[in-house]
Structures are given as C-alpha cells and as structure tokens.
C-alpha cells in the first residue's frame, strides 16, 4: 500500500500537507488538496482509520455492543441508534450477538476487549455481569441495559421501569376480570425480568393459581412457549415482555392449542405507527439509546463522569381517544390542499371505525379560495373549517364559536400541545375560538454536504476570508448563495445557491417579512397604521432581490415547487415553511436524503404560520366535533398523522422518535415558535384585512423581486394602494 511520502511525491507537496488533509486540519489551500487527493486516488491510498484512532490515543474509536440479538424490535431500536449517532461523532459500532449464552458473551466481550475499543454497551445475561466486566475491562466505560445494579466506577445502569410495567399491566388486566393469565418472561435472574415479576405480583400474588409464568433464555423462546398450551388450555390474557416471545406464543398457540389466540399485551418499543388494536405496554427505547449516545459522548470527549443511573419514565399503553357516544356521526370540514389535508384522508377509515364519526372534507386548491368562501353564507354548510393562523382576528369572531361557549374538556384538549405554541393559535382579541391544526414556523434548509466539504470550505475562504458556516443573517444568506451559484462561481458542485418562491399572495410576503423583521421593520407602527415604504422595507425587499438572482428565477407559485428545485439537489439552500417541509424528503426525485441540515432562519426572526380549526357557530353537532378533535390529539393518531407528513401540535408527535428521525428538523422547530411572528392586525382600519395586506404587499414585492420597477416604487405604490383601500376607522381615528 502507498505510503503517505508516496503521495506527497506523487502530489508535489510535503509530508505534512498530505497528512494534513488526510487528517481533515490545517491550512492547506484548495489546490494542494487536489493535488493530495488525486494523488491518493491515483496511487490507491486508503485512509486506515484504525492507524488514525491509535496515533489519537491508543484505542480504536468504536464501541463495543453486545446484544442478545437484534431480531427483537427493542435491541434493534437501539442499534440503529447506536449506530446512526455514533458514527456521526466518527466512532465505528462493532455488534456481538451472544444469544443470551454465558459462554458466547464472555468469549464476544474477549473479543471486543482485544479490539481495544473505547467503551462497551451491554444487556448481559450473565449472573456475575458487573463484576465480570469491570474485571476485564478495568478503564473503559461500561453501560449496561437494565434498571440498576451494584455500584462501580464508571458503570452506568440505563433502563426504565419494568416493576412499573409489571404492575400497571396486570391492574389492567385485573380490572377487566381476568380469570387465567399467561406472563413470558426472560428468566427472573435477569434483573429487568425480576423486578417486571414483583411488579406484576404485587396486585396477582405469586402463587395465584390463574396465573402461568413461564421463563426462559432467548435461544429457548420458540421451544419453550408451547410449554403454555394444551388442547384444552384457554387463557383470558397472554402477557410478553417482549416481541420476540409474543410471536412465539402466537405460533404455539395456532399448533398446539384448540381455542383462538386470546388477547396479548406485550411490552414493546414505541413507535410513530402502531396497531390501533393491539395492546401494547410502550417503552421508548430509541430515546433510551439516544441518551446514552450523549453520555457516552460526554465521558468519551468531554471528560464527563458517567453517571451511575439513567433512568426513563414508562410511555405506557396507548390507548385511542374515548368516543363518547354520539347520535350525530356526520361532520363536513372546509380545508385547504396541503400535506396535513391528505395526511387527514389517509387517516379517515380509521376515524369512522374507532369512533363511528364520518367526516366529509371540502379540500380546497388555495387558501384565497376558503377565505372566498368564509366571506359569503355558504361557510354556514360546515362544522368545521381550517383557516390561515394570521386570518384568525379578522375571521374567528364571525364564524366560530367560542370555545368556552361549547361545555367540553378544552384545557385538557390543549394540554396535550407543546407550549411553545403558546396562545398564538387560540387566542382572537382575548377569546378563545381555536385549536392548532398544523402549527407551522420557518427554517432554514441546507446542503450539509457542502457546508462540511473541506474543499468547498477551503475554497469559500479563499473568496471571502471568511469560515463557510450556517449563515447568521440574510446578507451572509446570500453571500453563501452567491458562492454556490454556478454562473456567479463557476467551481461550484450546485447549479444555485437558493430556491425562491414569488408567484402566490401566500410565498411572496413570506419571503419578505423575516428579512423586514431582521432589519427591525413591520408592517403596523405602533398605532395600527400600515407603514410599508420604510428604510427597513427598502433593505429588505433589496435582499430578497438579491437572493432571487442567485436562485433559477423561475415563478414558482407555492412552497411545493420551490421546495423541488431543492429537493433534486440543484441548490444549496432554501427557506421554507416546516408544514410543506416534508416533501423534501418525501418527493420521489428526492437526492438528498441523508445530505440534509436544518437551522433557525437568518435573523432569527421567523413568520408563524400553519393553520387553526374552529367549530363554526352553524355546527348541528359540536360534540361530535369536539371527539373528533380529541381522536386527532390523541397519543394513538397524532404521531402517524405527522408520520404521513402533516404536522400535529401535540406533544406526543413532537417526543416520538420515529418521527424525529424521519423529520429530525422538528426539535429545532420547536426551539423557534417562541420567536415567531404572526404578521399582525390592526384596529386602526374599519375594514382590515390581513389578506387583502397580503395580496397589495405580494403584488409590488413580485414586481420588485422580476425587475418590472425598482424596490423604492414597489414599496412606494403598496403604501398608495394601502392607502386607498383601507379605511380608518372613527373610533380610532385620534391615535
């Protein structure tokens, strides 16, 4: 194999250039990594990262994990964790699959050991496993998968509550009368499995002859589990401790057994899409995986002391939303075409089934078509209707009903919802007409490819003496955007540095009003009046023109198609609404899957957006719509709506970790509600319409973004065409 001196000969630079691009550090211009790294190509170098982790400190960057298996859905969960965070951070993960077999771990736990790798994760099933390792494996972190166990240095204990499990399973199943139970545990000696046992004997005893427990390694499940059965055995209730031996129990009882399958409750790993009618006890092992990830992390590289616990509470089961019963089973919803909107639809079989409710939506192409709609008597047809959050003043007085009017659980209804939505979607003028539908913000999108390439990192500096990172502000937006144009950087890997929608009365203004708030511009002054022709204003809209030029400059009339023009890969960069976001990943043509960063908007001033629904002061039947709205919040259906690409408000949506590794951009989401801005209203005018605001600010602003007139007569005429259509109202008239 080459050697280092190879390539530095071969390239026609020094030791040290080659060793420091190789090693990602240094000073070393755009060229010379070429040259190094053509050289390399050509010589056929590979990195040896083993040789790289001990020059670094004597042991190898990855991380031992010895599971019984990854065939059951928990130990799987975590290893796709471990393995994704991890590597990120540049360890390897190394998996031993030991069967649960004393002599198989130990021999696999040897091997790791020899491998000198920097930290173990374990679910032992050793009787002596703290003492084992720690004997063997004197200076490195150890953590093991279970709730507690003697005390050691540097040993970590992660886990959750199996007593916990154990018992509030069986008060679930004592409550309904149960008369023979079967538990399928590992074996007690298992400190989880043990402490799940005491657990569930604390509300059945432990000789209680309507109980069969039966336990066992997981080499043995498949065997073992027709032990239950006999023709004759019938059970009320089978409870697993896992997915592995609920299948086995399945399969035993389908050969072995004359009576049907009786109803199982597992514990299993939660997930964003679940059988609405199986019973499962969830715990959220993924997060557990994930906390680890981070401790590790700050032992391995920060120093940190391990923790000697990390202990999660139970998610528990997740039950369906109670449908009250109902004589009216029919609803009609007014709503917009959007990703929520077909969300919904796919979601419509399962709301009649579950709760006998029909509903019938009326989806508009646009939002301008329901605000039509909203202004003449043919809202008066539905129950229900989803409007535009910043069109809540000036529609929500007129067509919902307040809230505190309809005698059902709001505040319980909300409290399901993250708080950083705060009031922003149930609030008009101090009454509360709403519930969030699908709370939306701006973020900021990003090729992370490039943005970590250490060529296109080079190559920035060298332009602009300045580090290539996530853009602060809007002017470093579009400096940023003009290095990654190709007609402006001819070197550039991307063909544009932006996409930009300006084609709808919706996209335009959007576009614009994060950039006025960064300059410390609005549309009202403190009196209500409308002040659109501002130096704020004028900056502003020249930067939108600016990004524009770095963009294809096609007229785009929705957030869908610009976000495509991302999507594909052909820009760098976009700022969108998180509610459409999901056709980044979710569109066929998607190349940048796995390439993708995310970020607060440049100023960190952000619109709110999304939509509200309210029940219409028309609706025959509010109660029917209130279980309708509790069915959407519940824990069962509020992650799979924001699984299918909608965006729930609730918190269980927002704390799934399926969904967060679907669309991992939701925490920064969340982090940037409390800064965001809905565009405001005004009392100063008799007829004011955020809307018609909207369309008189969308119209110029296009004008000025496709050069029909300059920025300074955009902003000059919007102001006159506010002028003129908007009246002051008398009553306000002396502020």
Same mark, same amino acid.
């Given at each position: 194999?080459?050697?280092?001196?190879?390539?530095?000969?071969?390239?026609?630079?020094?030791?040290?250039?080659?060793?420091?691009?190789?090693?990602?550090?240094?000073?070393?211009?755009?060229?010379?990594?070429?040259?190094?790294?053509?050289?390399?190509?050509?010589?056929?170098?590979?990195?040896?990262?083993?040789?790289?982790?001990?020059? %670094?400190?004597?042991?190898?960057?990855?991380? !031992?994990?010895?599971?019984?298996?990854?065939?059951?859905? %928990?130990?799987?969960?975590?290893?796709?964790?471990?393995?994704?965070?991890?590597?990120?951070?540049?360890?390897?993960?190394?998996?031993?699959?030991? &069967?649960?077999?004393?002599?198989?771990?130990?021999?696999? #736990?040897?091997?790791?050991?020899?491998?000198?790798?920097?930290?173990?994760?374990?679910?032992?099933?050793?009787?002596?496993?703290?003492?084992?390792?720690?004997?063997?494996?004197?200076?490195?972190?150890?953590?093991?998968?279970?709730?507690?166990?003697?005390?050691?240095?540097?040993?970590?204990?992660?886990?959750?509550?199996?007593?916990? !499990?154990?018992?509030?399973?069986?008060?679930?199943?004592?409550?309904?009368?149960?008369?023979?139970?079967?538990?399928?545990?590992?074996?007690?000696?298992?400190?989880?499995?043990?402490?799940?046992?005491?657990?569930? $004997?604390?509300?059945?005893?432990?000789?209680?002859?309507?109980?069969?427990?039966?336990?066992?390694?997981?080499?043995?499940?498949?065997?073992?589990?027709?032990?239950?059965?006999?023709?004759?055995?019938?059970?009320?209730?089978?409870?697993?401790?896992?997915?592995?031996?609920? !299948?086995? +129990?399945?399969?035993?009882?389908?050969?072995?057994?004359?009576?049907?399958?009786?109803?199982?409750?597992?514990?299993?790993?939660?997930?964003?899409?679940?059988?609405?009618?199986?019973?499962?006890?969830?715990?959220?092992?993924?997060?557990?995986?994930?906390?680890?990830?981070?401790?590790? #992390?700050?032992?391995?590289?920060?120093?940190?002391?391990?923790?000697?616990?990390?202990?999660?509470?139970?998610?528990?089961? &997740?039950?369906?939303?109670?449908?009250?019963?109902?004589?009216?089973?029919?609803?009609?919803? #007014?709503?917009?075409?959007?990703?929520?909107?077909?969300? +919904?639809?796919?979601?419509?079989?399962?709301?009649?089934?579950?709760?006998?409710?029909?509903?019938?939506?009326?989806?508009?192409?646009?939002?301008?078509?329901?605000?039509?709609?909203?202004?003449?008597?043919?809202?008066?047809?539905?129950?229900?209707?989803?409007?535009?959050?910043?069109?809540?003043?000036?529609?929500?007085?007129?067509?919902?009903?307040?809230?505190?009017?309809?005698?059902?659980?709001?505040?319980?209804?909300?409290?399901?919802?993250?708080?950083?939505?705060?009031?922003?979607?149930?609030?008009?003028?101090?009454?509360?007409?709403?519930?969030?539908?699908?709370?939306?913000? %701006?973020?900021?999108?990003?090729?992370?490819?490039?943005?970590?390439?250490?060529?296109?990192? &080079?190559?920035?500096?060298?332009?602009?003496?300045?580090?290539?990172?996530?853009?602060?502000?809007?002017?470093?937006?579009?400096?940023? !955007?003009?290095?990654?144009?190709?007609?402006?950087?001819?070197?550039?890997?991307?063909?544009?540095?932006?996409?930009?929608?300006?084609?709808?009365?919706?996209?335009?203004?959007?576009?614009?009003?994060?950039?006025?708030?960064?300059?410390?511009?609005?549309?009202?002054?403190? $009196?209500?009046?409308? =002040?659109?022709? =501002?130096?704020?204003?004028?900056?502003?809209?020249?930067?939108?023109?600016?990004?524009?030029?770095?963009?294809? &400059?096609?007229?785009?009339?929705?957030?869908?198609?610009?976000?495509?023009?991302?999507?594909?890969?052909?820009?760098?960069?976009?700022?969108?609404?998180?509610?459409?976001?999901?056709?980044?990943?979710?569109?066929?043509?998607?190349?940048?899957?796995?390439?993708?960063?995310?970020?607060?908007?440049?100023?960190?001033?952000?619109?709110?957006?999304?939509?509200?629904?309210?029940?219409?002061?028309?609706?025959?039947?509010?109660?029917?719509?209130?279980?309708?709205?509790?069915?959407?919040?519940?824990?069962?259906?509020?992650?799979?709506?924001?699984?299918?690409?909608?965006?729930?408000?609730?918190?269980?949506?927002?704390?799934?970790?399926?969904?967060?590794?679907?669309?991992?951009?939701?925490? =920064?989401?969340?982090?940037?509600?409390?800064?965001?801005?809905?565009?405001?209203?005004?009392?100063?005018?008799?007829?004011?319409?955020?809307?018609?605001?909207?369309?008189?600010?969308?119209?110029?602003?296009?004008?000025?973004?496709?050069?029909?007139?300059?920025?300074?007569?955009?902003?000059?005429?919007?102001?006159?065409?506010?002028?003129?259509?908007?009246?002051?109202?008398?009553?306000?008239?002396?502020?």
């Amino acid at each position: 194999m080459p050697t280092i001196k190879d390539i530095a000969r071969e390239a026609g630079v020094s030791h040290g250039t080659v060793s420091n691009v190789i090693n990602g550090r240094g000073n070393v211009s755009v060229e010379k990594i070429r040259l190094v790294w053509q050289a390399a190509e050509k010589l056929g170098y590979k990195v040896n990262g083993k040789a790289q982790s001990l020059r %670094q400190g004597g042991r190898d960057r990855a991380i !031992a994990v010895l599971l019984p298996g990854i065939e059951d859905q %928990q130990y799987a969960a975590m290893y796709e964790v471990f393995q994704s965070e991890f590597v990120q951070r540049g360890y390897t993960v190394q998996l031993y699959s030991t &069967r649960s077999m004393e002599t198989t771990e130990t021999a696999m #736990l040897a091997d790791a050991l020899t491998a000198r790798v920097s930290a173990v994760i374990s679910s032992s099933c050793l009787p002596d496993a703290v003492a084992h390792y720690r004997k063997e494996a004197a200076d490195i972190p150890i953590v093991f998968l279970q709730r507690s166990g003697p005390a050691y240095e540097d040993v970590m204990y992660a886990g959750f509550d199996p007593a916990g !499990a154990g018992r509030e399973i069986a008060r679930y199943i004592h409550g309904r009368g149960a008369k023979r139970i079967g538990i399928f545990t590992e074996p007690p000696a298992s400190p989880d499995a043990g402490l799940f046992l005491q657990g569930f $004997q604390s509300v059945y005893a432990k000789n209680d002859p309507t109980v069969t427990a039966l336990d066992c390694p997981n080499h043995q499940v498949e065997l073992r589990a027709f032990e239950f059965f006999d023709p004759d055995t019938a059970y009320d209730y089978l409870v697993c401790t896992d997915r592995q031996r609920e !299948a086995a +129990l399945r399969s035993a009882c389908a050969y072995a057994s004359h009576h049907p399958l009786p109803p199982m409750i597992t514990v299993a790993s939660r997930t964003a899409l679940t059988d609405p009618s199986a019973l499962v006890y969830e715990l959220d092992h993924k997060r557990l995986a994930h906390k680890i990830v981070k401790l590790l #992390l700050n032992r391995l590289e920060g120093k940190a002391p391990l923790p000697p616990a990390l202990s999660l509470s139970n998610n528990g089961f &997740r039950l369906p939303a109670a449908a009250p019963a109902l004589t009216e089973q029919c609803l009609r919803m #007014l709503t917009v075409a959007s990703p929520s909107t077909t969300a +919904l639809s796919h979601l419509l079989p399962y709301l009649e089934k579950s709760t006998g409710i029909h509903l019938e939506m009326t989806v508009l192409p646009s939002l301008r078509d329901v605000y039509d709609v909203v202004q003449t008597p043919a809202h008066s047809r539905y129950d229900m209707i989803r409007i535009d959050v910043a069109w809540m003043d000036e529609l929500a007085e007129r067509i919902f009903c307040p809230l505190d009017q309809l005698p059902f659980d709001w505040d319980g209804l909300l409290a399901q919802t993250i708080p950083e939505l705060g009031e922003n979607y149930t609030l008009s003028r101090g009454v509360r007409y709403c519930v969030p539908y699908d709370p939306s913000t %701006q973020l900021m999108f990003y090729r992370r490819d490039l943005f970590t390439d250490p060529t296109y990192k &080079r190559m920035y500096y060298e332009m602009v003496r300045k580090e290539l990172d996530v853009p602060k502000t809007f002017a470093e937006y579009n400096q940023i !955007a003009s290095f990654f144009t190709r007609s402006h950087n001819p070197s550039s890997p991307v063909q544009f540095g932006s996409t930009v929608a300006v084609g709808n009365v919706s996209v335009s203004p959007s576009e614009f009003m994060p950039r006025l708030y960064e300059e410390g511009g609005s549309l009202l002054d403190r $009196q209500g009046r409308i =002040t659109i022709d =501002t130096p704020e204003a004028l900056r502003a809209l020249r930067n939108y023109q600016e990004t524009y030029t770095y963009s294809d &400059r096609t007229v785009y009339d929705f957030w869908k198609n610009a976000l495509e023009g991302f999507a594909d890969g052909s820009a760098a960069m976009t700022v969108v609404f998180i509610n459409y976001a999901s056709h980044i990943l979710n569109l066929k043509m998607s190349s940048i899957a796995g390439k993708l960063g995310y970020a607060p908007v440049p100023g960190g001033r952000p619109l709110l957006g999304g939509g509200v629904v309210g029940i219409t002061r028309d609706c025959a039947y509010p109660k029917t719509a209130y279980a309708f709205l509790s069915w959407l919040y519940s824990d069962l259906v509020a992650p799979v709506f924001t699984m299918l690409g909608g965006l729930s408000p609730c918190r269980s949506a927002y704390s799934n970790r399926d969904i967060n590794e679907i669309y991992p951009w939701l925490s =920064t989401a969340r982090k940037s509600f409390p800064s965001a801005e809905r565009r405001g209203n005004s009392v100063y005018y008799s007829n004011f319409s955020e809307l018609q605001l909207e369309n008189i600010l969308a119209s110029q602003i296009q004008k000025a973004v496709l050069r029909v007139c300059p920025a300074e007569e955009a902003l000059r005429q919007a102001q006159e065409n506010c002028a003129a259509y908007f009246r002051c109202d008398p009553l306000n008239s002396s502020l």
